[in-house]
Every structure is written in structure tokens, then in C-alpha cells.
């Protein structure tokens, strides 16, 4: 899977660099590798890779060694290993654990992550907070050096998870941003920023009830896609107004239950509702 997963990168990277032949080769191989990999090691019998252990879902589930027609049961069997087996715990070491946390971030499952982070019991950061850890271990269980630089996936996903603040790859550097919070849990407000080559981005929000306010801000000389949480795209306003009628704001489309718009350089508030009451 890692093997893979660094071959697919070579692929973006030779693209990017207009090498199509080289990308073009790397894709092949890729496709040959893909079903030899789920041939070799896929336990049809359990809908599993190897172990019943939660990186052996995500790494073939993120790397596409999973066919269509089992990807769903294999999430599924994901989901039931971190709330069932592990009791809403995290089960992977310094490796996986970075990948599961960008994986359920990117496929939407924010509500996983959330569930493993507010864990105060072994095995998890919730677990060194209450031991009183002021820094990262090397191990779960406290074992070894206890400042090291493991397990920094809580940066990552309180930046693009909960505040939403993440680059669109297809305008590297924050040129184009994307604002998409996760409102999981029983999270009812995030304040943050990001200083970007651009400037700040800025990405906080609040909730009560039906009711969200969102403040975002984008600095010069780029742009940004935010998704609100709204039952309707005319429910919402910025700036005060009907979203329709703002300034250096266009609607883009629904989203399920996200109204999504495209905004020029500057600061907004969004305010919407995302249960509005039914005519």
C-alpha cells in the first residue's frame, strides 16, 4: 500500500511537471499492481486485508485496492473495528494513524475522527492529556521518549477538519482555497486561521440550534469555495443580505445539505439555517 501510495504521487508530480509519458507509465503500472495486491492479500471470507486492525481497511481503501463492489462492506468493517471492537478507539500506531486521519477526513467521516479524539482513556491523546502529557509520546502507553514527534495528526484535522481550511490542489499554494468545516460532535463554535503566502485565511464559526454563523476571511489576490451548512440556498445571507444579491459572491450548487458558493478576495458572514422550518 505504501509502495502505491508513493507511486501515485509520483504520478501527480510527473503530471505537474508535463511529463505525460512518465505519468502515463506509472498509471499502467498502478493498474496492474492494484488487483495483484487485493489478489494476494484480500480475506474474502471477512471482507478484510490480513488483520482485523484499522490501517489494514485504510491503506487499500485509500490507495483504490479496493474493488467498487466491496468498498462499502470493507468501510463498514472499518467503522465496526473503531466503534465496536475499540470501543471508539484508535487502534493504529505512528504510521497509520496519519493516514486514517486524512482518509476519514477526506471521504467525510469527521464524526469518526471526533469520536477517536475525545477518548480520555488508553489509547489515544485524550489518554496523555489526562496523564497529565504537556507534549506528544513516542508510544500510546507512555513508554520511551516522552517528547517526540508522533502523532501529530491533530494539527492537520483541527485545520481542514473542524475549521475547513484546506488548499485546492488544483491551485497549489492557497491561490484557491477551500472553507468546509466539519461541525461534528458537540462542537458549537472553532475559531481559527491560517497564514498563507497570500495572507490570513480566516475560518471561525458558531452555532446554536438550527441557527450557523460562519466568518470567513480571504486574502488578496485569492479566492475560495465555502461550503455552508443550510437546508437552501436562499436561506442564506452574507454580509447581511441574500447570499444572491452579495458582492464578489456567486452560488456554485447544492451540495447535500452544504450550500456551496465561490468568493472573491475579502471578509464575509454567512448566516444560515440548517433545518429551516417547512412552509
Known amino acids: 500500500c505504501y509502495r502505491i501510495n508513493q507511486m ?3 504520478t501527480r508530480m510527473a503530471a505537474a511537471l508535463g511529463k505525460s509519458d512518465d505519468a502515463a507509465r506509472y498509471k499502467q503500472r498502478l493498474a496492474e499492481i492494484r488487483p495483484a495486491v487485493h489478489a494476494a492479500f484480500y480475506d474474502a471470507d471477512h471482507h478484510r486485508y ?7 481497511y485504510v491503506m487499500p481503501l485509500m490507495t483504490g485496492i479496493v474493488p467498487e463492489s466491496e468498498r462499502e462492506i470493507v468501510l463498514r468493517n472499518l467503522e465496526k473495528n473503531i ?21 476519514l477526513r477526506e471521504i467525510g467521516r469527521n464524526d469518526l475522527v471526533d469520536t477517536m479524539f475525545n477518548q480520555t ?6 489518554h496523555m492529556l489526562a496523564e497529565g502529557a504537556t507534549t506528544l509520546w513516542e508510544q500510546w502507553n507512555g513508554h520511551w521518549s516522552r517528547i517526540h514527534s508522533c502523532f501529530t495528526s491533530p494539527s492537520n484535522w483541527f485545520y481542514q477538519g473542524p475549521a475547513g481550511i484546506r488548499p485546492d490542489p488544483a491551485a497549489p499554494g492557497f491561490k484557491h482555497v477551500i ?31 438550527d441557527h450557523v454563523a460562519m466568518q470567513v476571511t480571504i486574502p488578496a489576490n485569492s479566492s ?12 442564506v445571507t452574507v454580509n ?4 444572491t444579491k452579495a458582492e464578489h459572491v456567486s452560488f456554485v450548487r447544492m451540495d447535500g445539505a452544504r450550500a456551496v458558493f465561490r468568493v472573491d478576495s475579502g471578509s464575509y458572514e454567512f448566516s444560515s439555517m440548517i433545518n429551516p422550518p417547512s412552509e
Open 8 to 10: 501515485e504521487l509520483l
Open 50 to 56: 490480513v488483520i482485523d486492525e484499522q490501517a489494514y
Open 83 to 103: 466503534l465496536v471492537k475499540n470501543d471508539g478507539h484508535l487502534d493504529t500506531g505512528m504510521l497509520g494513524t496519519y493516514f486514517m486521519m486524512e482518509y
Open 121 to 126: 482513556s488508553y489509547p489515544g491523546w485524550g
Open 179 to 209: 472553507i468546509e468545516p466539519a461541525m461534528v460532535g458537540d462542537l458549537t463554535w472553532v475559531n481559527a486561521h491560517h497564514d498563507s503566502p497570500y495572507g490570513r485565511i480566516v475560518s471561525n464559526w458558531k452555532r446554536e440550534d
Open 224 to 235: 475560495a469555495t465555502v461550503h455552508v451548512p443550510a437546508g437552501a440556498a436562499a436561506g
Open 240 to 243: 447581511g443580505q441574500a447570499a
